[in-house]
């Protein structure tokens, strides 16, 4: 059992930053892999990022390359997606995911994650 809650998300200007942290309850994580998925209203959810269950591996969507960085704390227990340069189209709900699967690499579809937190607003305006 275990319980993801995503922080951090809120109202940003364009080209501003946003650091969003996903915070796990209930069991380690740190030999599964996580991800970082969005969804904006009337659209279907997106991949954002995800990293290996090791940290060494990671992986972007095309439209958040350059501009957004995963990482993970083992300690902590913790997934953070910091986001900069923030654009109009990245105004959607994130959400966290865990793979159950332990010493995997990270899935880039949602079907590939089975614990998913609430979700974080983030918008973006002008």
């Known amino acids: 059992q275990v319980q993801l809650v995503e922080s951090g998300g809120g109202l940003v200007q364009a080209g501003g930053s946003l650091r969003l942290s996903c915070d796990a309850s209930?069991?380690?994580?740190?030999?599964?892999?996580m991800a970082w998925f969005r969804q904006a209203p009337g659209k279907e959810r997106e991949f954002v990022s995800a990293i290996d269950w090791i940290g060494t591996n990671t992986y972007y969507a095309d439209s958040v390359k350059g501009r957004f960085t995963i990482s993970r704390d083992n300690i902590q227990n913790t997934v953070d997606l910091q986001m900069n340069s923030l654009k109009l189209e990245d105004t959607a709900t994130y959400y966290c995911?865990?793979?159950?699967?332990?010493?995997?690499?990270?899935?880039?579809?949602?079907?590939?994650?089975?614990?998913w937190g609430q979700g974080t607003q983030v918008t973006v305006s002008s």
């Open positions: 995911a865990a793979n159950r699967a332990p010493f995997s690499r990270a899935p880039l579809t949602s079907n590939g994650y089975e614990d």
């Open positions: 209930g069991r380690a994580l740190n030999m599964n892999a």
